[in-house]
């Protein structure tokens, strides 16, 4: 039978844990780790103890083995292991539930807090794509896709907190650890489903709100959303917007008209007159 992540996480003991972050923090010096380097930086004197948790974690996927030699390195699913464990310790999230969602370059899921509060757990993973464009990049070029995927998720929690502090329409963040988001769970729809028969909308009224979001985004934050769609935005029961998934914020007037020009371009088709100019404009704050 195939394990849950969260079934996962409770197999997993300290030892494990020791031995899976280990793992982790010598990523960027060679892909896979050596059996002899891990004996040697955990100072292991008897070696049945490391090959019982290589193996167990071999066989729970949390590592993989290389072909040709006892060398191993971090799955995907490794690296969520230790955000789920660090997300514990510090009270943000007591259990993982169910898979709602699998994007390009992340898994999303229910979780709940300690107050029993249901929260979103978001696992960044960097796709084999997104890694070849970043390595080209001399700042990236020495660093693991680990390296890669964790930036990635403190990037989106970065922009989450600022977004959230200066009033902006976004999730509130609650923690991030590794690879692993924690934000708000917020009850509503992407904006491409709504039908065009809902008269309980104010469109104007949310696009509005968009727009202030996106202002404060580039000139108090400094970042652009990058990759905005009416695919990541969500409307709450109140018709409230909420702009989701900013791993690709930077600051960038070309991705700025791009996210613009997908909302014009949805917002027309509803019927809502839109001034490029102006609200290109507006967001940046020259109007």
């Not at 003991?13 to 955990?42: C, H, M, Q, W």
């Not at 943000?92 to 899921?109: F, Q, T, W």
């Not at 791009?258 to 109007?287: A, C, E, M, Q």
């Amino acid at each position: 039978m195939r394990l849950s992540l969260a079934e996962k996480a409770s197999l997993v003991r300290p030892f494990d844990y020791i031995l899976l972050k280990t793992i982790y923090g010598l990523r960027d010096k060679s892909e896979f780790v050596s059996f002899n380097a891990l004996k040697k930086r955990l100072d292991i004197k008897d070696d049945e103890e490391l090959k019982i948790s290589l193996k167990k974690l071999s066989e729970l996927k949390l590592i993989s083995k290389k072909p040709t030699d006892l060398s191993f390195k971090l799955t995907f699913s490794g690296l969520d292991i230790l955000g789920i464990k660090l997300l514990y310790v510090n009270k943000i999230l007591n259990r993982l539930a169910e898979i709602i969602g699998i994007g390009k370059e992340s898994l999303v899921y229910y979780g709940y807090d300690f107050n029993d509060n249901k929260i979103i757990v978001k696992f960044h993973r960097v796709g084999t794509d997104s890694y070849k464009k970043v390595k080209f990049r001399k700042s990236q070029e020495k660093k693991s896709w680990l390296s890669i995927t964790v930036e990635n998720a403190k990037r989106e929690f970065e922009a989450l907190t600022c977004l959230s502090n200066e009033g902006g329409y976004v999730p509130k963040p609650l923690g991030v650890e590794y690879n692993a988001v924690a934000m708000e769970y917020i009850d509503g729809i992407e904006l491409y489903k709504i039908p065009v028969t809902n008269m309980d909308l104010n469109l104007d009224e949310i696009l509005e709100k968009i727009l202030q979001t996106m202002r404060i985004a580039y000139t108090i934050c400094h970042i652009t959303h990058g990759d905005l769609s009416p695919y990541n935005v969500l409307i709450d029961k109140n018709g409230n917007p909420y702009l989701i998934d900013w791993p690709q914020a930077t600051k960038s007037e070309e991705r700025l008209e791009k996210d613009l020009s997908n909302l014009i371009i949805f917002f027309r088709k509803k019927g809502i007159d839109v001034d490029t100019r102006k609200i290109f404009d507006y967001v940046r704050g020259v109007s």
